[in-house]
């Protein structure tokens, strides 16, 4: 009888779970097992949590808070910019205000008043896939930031060996490129070292 093909492997996931109640912290975690994650520690607000956090390393953090204050939210949205991980957040209430500050903060998920154990895995799958978006749009964002300020560089660097040498535009730009072939360098660090040095002989 041929063997059957065996289903894929659910990715173990570390998680932390921030939660300073007891009782739901046991509901959030009989969900995230349910959904086939073991690998849970459970983290209490404090002073020291984003060390904490950084120790533990998590694939993803879970916070919950009932009905937090203003100062815990914003602790909370404090973890959520500096640990580049996805972050799902429980509140019982909220206002608008807060909703556009857990956005701004990168919160992948923030839910309101949706704390039941069925909800806990497609939320952990929403809030995954939203940061990866969103790292993703990021990373792109940053490259073109990075290709925009080259072509800047290159461009005042040309300009420099157009005024220097005597050359028209597209002579400088092919010095510049020999020059990136010759020292195994790119064109955007040789048009910098140019410009750096034209900065010095001011």
């Known amino acids: 009888m041929p063997s059957q093909p065996s289903s894929p492997r659910r990715e173990a996931l570390r998680i932390g779970l921030i ?3 007891p009782v739901r912290a046991a509901i959030v975690e009989e969900g995230l097992r349910e959904a086939g994650h073991s690998d849970i520690t459970r ?8 060390k904490e956090l950084s120790v533990l390393d998590p694939d993803m953090v879970i916070i ?7 100062d815990s939210l914003e602790q909370m949205f404090q973890i959520s910019r500096h640990v580049p991980r996805p972050v799902a957040m429980f509140v019982d209430q909220s206002d608008s205000s807060m909703i556009e500050a857990a956005i701004e903060a990168g919160v992948s998920a923030y839910i309101v008043d949706g704390l039941k154990k069925e909800r806990i895995k497609p939320i952990l799958d929403m ?3 939203r940061f990866k978006a969103f790292s993703k749009l990021k990373a792109e964002l940053a490259e073109a930031r990075s290709e925009l300020e080259e072509r800047k560089v290159v461009d005042r660097a040309k300009a420099i060996l157009m005024q220097r040498r005597g050359v028209p535009e597209h ?3 092919a010095m510049l490129r020999k020059a990136a072939m010759n020292e195994s360098r790119r064109l955007a660090d040789v048009a910098q070292s140019i410009v750096t040095a034209a900065d010095l002989l001011r």
Not at 43 to 50: D, E, F, G, N
């Open 19 to 21: 939660d300073d109640n």
């Open 43 to 50: 983290l209490r607000t404090s002073p020291t949590l984003l």
């Open 64 to 70: 919950d808070l009932g009905n937090p204050s203003r």
């Open 127 to 129: 809030s995954i896939s």
């Open 171 to 173: 002579e400088a730009y």
